[in-house]
């Protein structure tokens, strides 16, 4: 694929935001080239041309899947963030507990009470079982609750990377980025060609879903814990601002909005106020 001009990439540029929100700046014409030319070259397209004329044909192509996986970037890890986890296991899950216990008191039935979690943007799904692990930790320190009054959502708009995710089966190196090794041998078991499969007790209490952050889907709401990690810096204020604010409403009244380390809002945005643990800060919903 020959390389892309100043016009040719101002149209995939705004394909792009057009489809996922992605914002691609000036000066990130070797990133298109890089990780869509090969796409294009297997497809058998011969202009950039021609590629923004079919992905705006059809936005839900296997064309435009394909690219959408291609252009955005899934790092992630285990336990990300180490200290956000711990700020989760220190402040935020017992609050979770206690909402467990008031709910449970209200209904009367022991295993009604659920808290659901929503891991937007979860790429291969590390965010998630990760989570997973730290609540059935928990859960083990305190007998009166049961891991399944847990549900985890994790959504992100890459349909191969939540395959993955689903599938919970993942190879040597991506095990041995921020995975302990007694984690490891609890909650994952090996499978053939060196991968490690997550254990069905974990896998139990997560679902994931294809979803685009910019096009709110409509049937999941009222979580108790919305994590957005690591996501927002790939688009612009206005989306940026749009997803906070699906986000809030997505979240039950006083449940709780947690951004990547690096990550804050600035000003806080109603409806949320700002929190600071020893570990990590969160925001609040009113
Ligand atoms: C860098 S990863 C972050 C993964 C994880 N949250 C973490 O912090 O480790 C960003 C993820 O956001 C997803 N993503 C990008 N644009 C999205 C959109 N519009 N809607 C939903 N997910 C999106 C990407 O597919 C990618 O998997």
Not at 4 to 13: G, L, P, W
Not at 74 to 81: A, Q, V
Not at 261 to 284: G, H, I, N, W
Request: charged letters at 20%; glycine letters at 8%.
């Amino acid at each position: 694929m020959k390389a892309i001009n100043a016009d040719e990439f101002a149209a995939v540029a705004k394909q792009f935001h057009v489809m996922c929100g992605l914002v691609l700046p000036e000066g990130k014409q070797y990133l298109v080239t890089q990780r869509l030319g090969p796409l294009l070259e297997g497809s058998g397209i011969t202009s950039w041309q021609e590629y923004v004329a079919l992905l705006a044909k059809d936005p839900h192509s296997s064309l435009a899947v394909g690219s959408i996986h291609a252009i955005t970037t899934h790092e992630t890890s285990w336990f990300r963030d180490a200290n956000v986890f711990e700020g989760i296991e220190e402040t935020v899950l017992p609050e979770l507990a206690e909402r467990i216990r008031e709910r449970r008191e209200r209904s009367s039935a022991r295993r009604g009470a659920q808290i659901t979690i929503w891991c937007a943007a979860v790429s291969t799904g590390q965010e998630a079982y990760s989570l997973a692990m730290l609540i059935d930790r928990f859960v083990q320190n305190n007998p009166d609750l049961l891991l399944e009054q847990f549900l985890i959502l994790g959504t992100d708009i890459s349909a191969p990377v939540l395959a993955q995710g689903m599938q919970g089966v993942y190879d040597d190196f991506e095990v041995g980025r921020g995975l302990r090794a007694d984690l490891r041998d609890e909650y994952f078991e090996a499978v053939s060609g060196n991968r490690w499969r997550v254990r069905d007790r974990i896998r139990a209490i997560i679902q994931f879903q294809v979803a685009s952050l910019i096009d709110p889907f409509a049937h999941v709401g009222g979580f108790d814990l919305v994590l957005c990690r690591n996501v927002l810096i790939y688009f612009d204020a206005e989306t940026r601002a749009r997803i906070v604010q699906l986000c809030g409403a997505k979240l039950s009244p006083g449940g709780i909005f947690m951004l990547g380390a690096s990550e804050c809002l600035m000003p806080v945005p109603d409806p949320f106020t700002v929190q600071r643990t020893p570990k990590a800060a969160f925001y609040r919903r009113a």
